[in-house]
């Protein structure tokens, strides 16, 4: 009789183990602290918001910092071997650029963005705000489809601090960002 392989308890998964992971269509896992986290694919309106910020940001970061690279799931971004995430977008400088590996993305990038569903909106606020903040990332935003806001949180005394709010009919402006203004409008599909 065949062996059964056996997997690690809850709370003790790594990044070796998440590598040995079968692939499930349909799904995409990630760890956060050691915890297996199996999530369904993102919904039409998930990837709406997701394509619109991606073609914004990567011409705002065209100009703002030419070296950087724009990234979007499903792209691995390993912070410690028991987190291993897969943020909706990130964002790493042009004086970052050592951490983009072959495979992988290997420590705190510089902005992680991401769009909540209703299974990963205590997940998203909770757990990974705790994360990116322990990780250093500086620049955390969450976007709500069901409020049709934009958070941008920034990285102050390890804590992170609203610093700039967007929902439809205004323009996204970021203070660490000059020059940057996000259309809401086109990001959550307003006519």
């Not at 769009?115 to 709500?144: F, M, N």
Request: glycine share 6%; aromatic share 10%; proline share 9%.
């Amino acid at each position: 009789m065949a062996e059964q392989p056996t997997h690690p308890r809850q709370g003790e998964y790594t990044y070796e183990d998440y590598l040995q992971l079968p692939e499930e269509p349909g799904y995409r896992f990630e760890i956060l602290q050691g915890f297996l986290v199996r999530e369904p694919s993102p919904s039409v309106c998930h990837q709406r918001i997701l394509r619109e910020l991606v073609r914004q940001l990567l011409s705002f970061f065209d100009d703002f910092d030419p070296a950087g690279e724009l990234f979007f799931a499903p792209l691995d971004l390993t912070l410690t071997r028991s987190n291993v995430l897969q943020p909706d977008i990130l964002f790493v400088s042009g004086n970052r650029q050592e951490i983009i590996l072959q495979g992988r993305i290997d420590g705190p990038c510089d902005l992680v963005v991401e769009i909540l569903s209703p299974t990963t909106q205590s997940r998203d606020r909770i757990y990974k705000t705790e994360i990116y903040c322990q990780a250093g990332i500086p620049h955390y935003w969450i976007v709500d489809p069901e409020e049709n806001t934009l958070e941008a949180f920034v990285l102050k005394a390890d804590t992170y601090a609203l610093i700039a709010t967007g929902k439809p009919g205004e323009r996204f402006c970021h203070p660490d960002f000059p020059g940057m203004e996000l259309d809401m409008d086109r990001v959550f599909h307003q006519p």
